[in-house]
Protein backbone atom coordinates (compact mmCIF):
# COMPACT_ATOMS: atom_id res chain seq x y z
CA UNK A 1 0.00 0.00 0.00
CA UNK A 2 1.38 3.40 -0.90
CA UNK A 3 2.43 5.66 1.57
CA UNK A 4 0.30 8.70 2.18
CA UNK A 5 3.90 10.56 1.38
CA UNK A 6 3.90 8.67 -2.37
CA UNK A 7 0.47 10.28 -3.29
CA UNK A 8 0.47 12.83 -6.11
CA UNK A 9 2.02 16.45 -5.05
CA UNK A 10 -0.56 18.14 -8.16
CA UNK A 11 -3.30 18.46 -5.66
CA UNK A 12 -1.43 19.87 -2.71
CA UNK A 13 0.15 22.59 -5.32
CA UNK A 14 -3.10 23.56 -7.02
CA UNK A 15 -4.99 23.65 -3.56
CA UNK A 16 -1.72 26.16 -2.57
CA UNK A 17 -1.50 28.04 -5.53
CA UNK A 18 -5.44 28.49 -5.38
CA UNK A 19 -5.40 29.38 -1.75
CA UNK A 20 -2.98 32.31 -2.73
CA UNK A 21 -4.90 33.47 -5.15
CA UNK A 22 -8.14 33.74 -3.21
CA UNK A 23 -5.67 35.77 -0.14
CA UNK A 24 -4.03 37.59 -3.01
CA UNK A 25 -7.78 38.83 -3.83
CA UNK A 26 -8.94 39.45 -0.88
CA UNK A 27 -5.87 42.10 0.27
CA UNK A 28 -3.36 42.00 -2.30
CA UNK A 29 0.61 40.96 -2.29
CA UNK A 30 1.76 41.70 0.83
CA UNK A 31 -1.74 40.22 2.50
CA UNK A 32 -1.48 36.80 0.58
CA UNK A 33 2.31 36.53 0.99
CA UNK A 34 2.21 37.05 4.42
CA UNK A 35 -0.67 35.09 5.45
CA UNK A 36 -0.08 32.16 3.33
CA UNK A 37 3.73 32.33 4.51
CA UNK A 38 2.47 32.25 8.11
CA UNK A 39 0.17 29.09 7.15
CA UNK A 40 2.75 27.52 5.62
CA UNK A 41 5.58 27.11 7.94
CA UNK A 42 2.13 26.42 10.40
CA UNK A 43 1.38 23.55 8.29
CA UNK A 44 5.16 22.67 7.89
CA UNK A 45 5.85 22.04 11.53
CA UNK A 46 2.66 19.54 12.07
CA UNK A 47 4.55 18.14 8.60
CA UNK A 48 8.30 18.17 9.68
CA UNK A 49 8.08 16.85 12.93
CA UNK A 50 5.35 14.30 12.28
CA UNK A 51 7.19 12.47 10.12
CA UNK A 52 10.51 12.93 12.27
CA UNK A 53 8.26 10.93 14.72
CA UNK A 54 7.08 8.62 12.15
CA UNK A 55 3.85 9.41 11.71
CA UNK A 56 2.73 8.93 7.99
CA UNK A 57 1.33 12.16 7.22
CA UNK A 58 0.46 14.44 3.83
CA UNK A 59 1.59 17.31 2.90
CA UNK A 60 -1.16 19.83 3.62
CA UNK A 61 -4.39 20.50 2.32
CA UNK A 62 -4.71 24.26 1.62
CA UNK A 63 -8.30 25.29 1.36
CA UNK A 64 -9.53 28.16 -0.34
CA UNK A 65 -12.46 30.28 -0.31
CA UNK A 66 -14.36 33.03 -1.66
CA UNK A 67 -13.11 36.69 0.09
CA UNK A 68 -16.50 37.94 0.30
CA UNK A 69 -17.18 35.29 3.20
CA UNK A 70 -13.30 34.90 4.76
CA UNK A 71 -9.85 36.08 4.33
CA UNK A 72 -9.63 34.23 1.51
CA UNK A 73 -8.56 30.78 2.84
CA UNK A 74 -9.69 28.12 5.61
CA UNK A 75 -6.34 27.50 6.61
CA UNK A 76 -4.86 23.79 5.71
CA UNK A 77 -5.38 20.05 6.82
CA UNK A 78 -2.82 17.55 6.93
CA UNK A 79 -4.26 13.83 6.35
CA UNK A 80 -3.05 10.66 8.74
CA UNK A 81 -3.06 7.03 7.40
CA UNK A 82 -4.15 6.29 11.63
CA UNK A 83 -4.19 8.19 14.74
CA UNK A 84 -1.34 9.06 16.72
CA UNK A 85 -1.71 7.21 20.32
CA UNK A 86 1.78 7.89 21.81
CA UNK A 87 1.22 10.60 23.75
CA UNK A 88 4.45 12.59 23.42
CA UNK A 89 4.58 12.32 19.65
CA UNK A 90 0.75 13.94 20.14
CA UNK A 91 1.57 16.52 21.97
CA UNK A 92 5.05 17.15 19.20
CA UNK A 93 2.69 16.82 16.73
CA UNK A 94 -0.04 19.14 17.80
CA UNK A 95 1.97 21.88 18.94
CA UNK A 96 4.46 21.93 16.47
CA UNK A 97 1.93 24.01 14.09
CA UNK A 98 1.16 26.89 16.26
CA UNK A 99 4.70 27.69 17.75
CA UNK A 100 5.92 27.25 13.61
CA UNK A 101 3.26 30.09 13.06
CA UNK A 102 3.83 32.60 15.44
CA UNK A 103 7.50 31.80 15.45
CA UNK A 104 6.84 33.40 11.87
CA UNK A 105 3.71 35.55 12.66
CA UNK A 106 5.17 37.76 15.46
CA UNK A 107 7.87 39.46 13.74
CA UNK A 108 5.74 39.85 10.57
CA UNK A 109 3.31 41.74 12.66
CA UNK A 110 6.08 43.95 14.12
CA UNK A 111 7.28 44.90 10.98
CA UNK A 112 3.44 45.41 9.48
CA UNK A 113 2.97 47.60 12.19
CA UNK A 114 5.82 49.55 11.51
CA UNK A 115 4.47 50.14 8.07
CA UNK A 116 1.21 51.25 9.61
CA UNK A 117 0.05 54.50 10.99
CA UNK A 118 -2.42 55.70 13.28
CA UNK A 119 -5.36 57.53 12.31
CA UNK A 120 -9.04 59.03 13.29
CA UNK A 121 -11.44 56.05 13.39
CA UNK A 122 -13.61 56.48 10.89
CA UNK A 123 -17.06 55.56 10.46
CA UNK A 124 -18.82 52.78 9.31
CA UNK A 125 -15.63 50.95 9.26
CA UNK A 126 -14.59 47.66 10.99
CA UNK A 127 -12.02 47.35 13.60
CA UNK A 128 -9.98 43.97 14.57
CA UNK A 129 -10.00 42.69 17.94
CA UNK A 130 -7.31 42.95 20.41
CA UNK A 131 -5.91 39.64 22.22
CA UNK A 132 -3.33 40.52 24.84
CA UNK A 133 -0.18 40.22 23.14
CA UNK A 134 -1.78 41.99 19.95
CA UNK A 135 -2.38 44.97 22.66
CA UNK A 136 1.33 44.61 23.65
CA UNK A 137 2.74 44.80 20.69
CA UNK A 138 1.02 47.55 19.56
CA UNK A 139 1.63 49.38 22.63
CA UNK A 140 5.93 48.62 21.76
CA UNK A 141 5.12 49.70 18.36
CA UNK A 142 3.32 53.16 18.70
CA UNK A 143 3.42 53.79 22.46
CA UNK A 144 -0.14 54.17 23.66
CA UNK A 145 -3.06 51.48 23.77
CA UNK A 146 -4.78 51.32 20.79
CA UNK A 147 -7.67 51.97 19.77
CA UNK A 148 -8.09 54.73 21.93
CA UNK A 149 -9.19 58.53 22.12
CA UNK A 150 -10.82 57.96 18.69
CA UNK A 151 -7.84 57.21 16.61
CA UNK A 152 -6.59 53.85 16.33
CA UNK A 153 -3.86 51.90 13.72
CA UNK A 154 -4.43 51.92 10.13
CA UNK A 155 -3.37 48.41 9.45
CA UNK A 156 -0.97 47.60 6.47
CA UNK A 157 -2.25 44.34 4.66
CA UNK A 158 1.29 42.78 6.20
CA UNK A 159 0.16 43.91 9.44
CA UNK A 160 -3.34 42.77 9.14
CA UNK A 161 -2.24 39.31 7.75
CA UNK A 162 -0.41 38.75 10.56
CA UNK A 163 -2.82 39.85 13.13
CA UNK A 164 -5.44 36.87 11.00
CA UNK A 165 -2.50 34.58 11.87
CA UNK A 166 -2.78 35.02 15.15
CA UNK A 167 -6.42 35.02 14.95
CA UNK A 168 -6.23 31.60 13.55
CA UNK A 169 -3.74 30.23 15.86
CA UNK A 170 -5.63 31.19 18.64
CA UNK A 171 -8.68 28.81 17.64
CA UNK A 172 -6.87 26.20 16.77
CA UNK A 173 -5.10 26.48 20.16
CA UNK A 174 -9.16 25.89 21.78
CA UNK A 175 -7.86 22.54 23.90
CA UNK A 176 -11.35 21.06 22.35
CA UNK A 177 -11.33 18.06 20.09
CA UNK A 178 -8.88 17.54 17.37
CA UNK A 179 -7.73 21.35 16.76
CA UNK A 180 -4.24 21.69 17.79
CA UNK A 181 -4.76 22.73 21.29
CA UNK A 182 -7.04 19.82 21.46
CA UNK A 183 -3.96 17.12 20.70
CA UNK A 184 -1.75 19.47 23.17
CA UNK A 185 -4.69 18.69 25.68
CA UNK A 186 -5.26 14.79 24.63
CA UNK A 187 -2.04 14.17 25.45
CA UNK A 188 -1.80 15.72 28.56
CA UNK A 189 -5.29 15.19 30.01
CA UNK A 190 -5.23 11.42 28.34
CA UNK A 191 -9.05 10.33 28.24
CA UNK A 192 -10.37 12.86 30.87
CA UNK A 193 -10.04 15.27 27.56
CA UNK A 194 -13.37 13.58 26.12
CA UNK A 195 -15.13 15.10 29.16
CA UNK A 196 -13.33 18.41 29.22
CA UNK A 197 -13.99 18.69 25.25
CA UNK A 198 -18.05 18.29 26.17
CA UNK A 199 -17.79 20.93 28.76
CA UNK A 200 -16.14 23.50 26.62
CA UNK A 201 -18.00 22.78 23.46
CA UNK A 202 -21.42 23.67 25.50
CA UNK A 203 -19.53 26.45 27.13
CA UNK A 204 -18.49 28.38 23.77
CA UNK A 205 -22.04 29.71 23.48
CA UNK A 206 -22.39 30.88 26.89
CA UNK A 207 -18.95 32.74 26.43
CA UNK A 208 -20.20 34.31 23.07
CA UNK A 209 -23.54 35.48 25.00
CA UNK A 210 -21.32 37.01 27.77
CA UNK A 211 -19.39 38.67 25.32
CA UNK A 212 -22.21 39.69 23.09
CA UNK A 213 -24.25 41.02 26.21
CA UNK A 214 -20.93 43.32 27.21
CA UNK A 215 -21.11 44.94 23.37
CA UNK A 216 -24.63 44.94 24.09
CA UNK A 217 -24.79 47.51 27.10
CA UNK A 218 -21.74 49.21 25.45
CA UNK A 219 -23.85 49.77 22.63
CA UNK A 220 -26.53 51.18 24.41
CA UNK A 221 -24.23 53.10 26.31
CA UNK A 222 -23.63 55.00 22.51
CA UNK A 223 -26.45 55.66 22.28
CA UNK A 224 -27.78 52.58 19.70
CA UNK A 225 -31.17 51.90 19.16
CA UNK A 226 -32.15 48.12 20.12
CA UNK A 227 -31.95 47.08 16.38
CA UNK A 228 -28.27 48.74 15.98
CA UNK A 229 -27.54 47.52 19.96
CA UNK A 230 -27.88 43.68 18.85
CA UNK A 231 -26.48 44.06 15.53
CA UNK A 232 -23.24 45.34 17.21
CA UNK A 233 -23.43 42.41 20.08
CA UNK A 234 -24.35 39.83 17.15
CA UNK A 235 -20.28 40.58 16.75
CA UNK A 236 -19.32 38.99 19.77
CA UNK A 237 -21.30 36.72 20.04
CA UNK A 238 -21.69 34.71 16.76
CA UNK A 239 -18.44 33.59 16.76
CA UNK A 240 -17.98 31.59 19.33
CA UNK A 241 -21.74 30.15 18.54
CA UNK A 242 -20.03 28.75 15.12
CA UNK A 243 -17.36 27.51 16.79
CA UNK A 244 -19.50 25.79 19.22
CA UNK A 245 -21.65 24.21 15.98
CA UNK A 246 -18.31 23.25 13.99
CA UNK A 247 -16.85 21.27 16.49
CA UNK A 248 -20.22 19.49 17.53
CA UNK A 249 -20.85 18.90 14.25
CA UNK A 250 -17.28 17.28 14.00
CA UNK A 251 -17.81 15.20 17.15
CA UNK A 252 -20.71 13.89 15.79
CA UNK A 253 -19.07 13.26 12.32
CA UNK A 254 -16.34 10.90 14.21
CA UNK A 255 -18.43 9.63 16.70
CA UNK A 256 -15.68 11.23 19.85
CA UNK A 257 -14.21 14.69 20.23
CA UNK A 258 -10.63 13.22 19.86
CA UNK A 259 -9.35 9.64 19.29
CA UNK A 260 -7.48 7.03 22.51
CA UNK A 261 -4.43 7.85 23.44
CA UNK A 262 -2.07 5.24 25.20
CA UNK A 263 -2.30 5.13 28.79
CA UNK A 264 1.28 6.35 29.69
CA UNK A 265 1.76 9.46 30.66
CA UNK A 266 3.34 12.85 29.45
CA UNK A 267 6.56 13.55 29.90
CA UNK A 268 7.31 15.98 32.87
CA UNK A 269 8.94 18.38 30.03
CA UNK A 270 6.09 18.01 28.09
CA UNK A 271 3.84 18.46 31.02
CA UNK A 272 5.11 21.83 31.68
CA UNK A 273 4.83 22.84 28.11
CA UNK A 274 1.36 22.05 27.42
CA UNK A 275 0.79 24.80 30.18
CA UNK A 276 3.05 26.95 28.27
CA UNK A 277 0.79 26.23 25.16
CA UNK A 278 -2.29 26.94 27.73
CA UNK A 279 -0.66 30.44 28.74
CA UNK A 280 -0.10 30.71 24.64
CA UNK A 281 -3.98 30.70 23.70
CA UNK A 282 -4.87 33.26 26.98
CA UNK A 283 -2.30 35.52 25.47
CA UNK A 284 -3.31 35.67 21.71
CA UNK A 285 -7.23 34.44 22.04
CA UNK A 286 -9.33 37.25 20.58
CA UNK A 287 -12.49 37.50 22.55
CA UNK A 288 -14.33 39.96 19.75
CA UNK A 289 -12.57 38.95 16.51
CA UNK A 290 -13.95 42.42 14.37
CA UNK A 291 -16.50 44.76 15.15
CA UNK A 292 -18.01 47.39 13.22
CA UNK A 293 -17.14 51.23 14.90
CA UNK A 294 -19.42 52.72 17.78
Same mark, same amino acid.
Given at each position: MKSIWAQSIWAHTLLFVASFATTWWYGGPYFAGTLMGILLCHEAGHYIVGRMRGVDASLPYFIPLPPQISFGTLGAVIRMKSPITDRNALFDVGAAGPVAGLIVAIPLLVIGL? #?? %????? &???? +?? %????? &????????????? #? /??? =????? #?? /?? +? &????? =? #? &??????LMPIGQLDGGHVARAALGERHERLSQRLNIALPAVGIAVGSIMLVSAFGAGKDLFAALSYASYGAIPWCMWAVLLGFMRRQAGEYHPPVSEELLDPRRRLQAIGMLVLFVLIVTPVPMRPVL
Open positions: H #LS %EVGPV &LPDT +AI %EGNSI &LYAVIKYIVFGRW #L /PGD =GVDVQ #LH /PM +A &LAAWV =G #L &LVTAIN
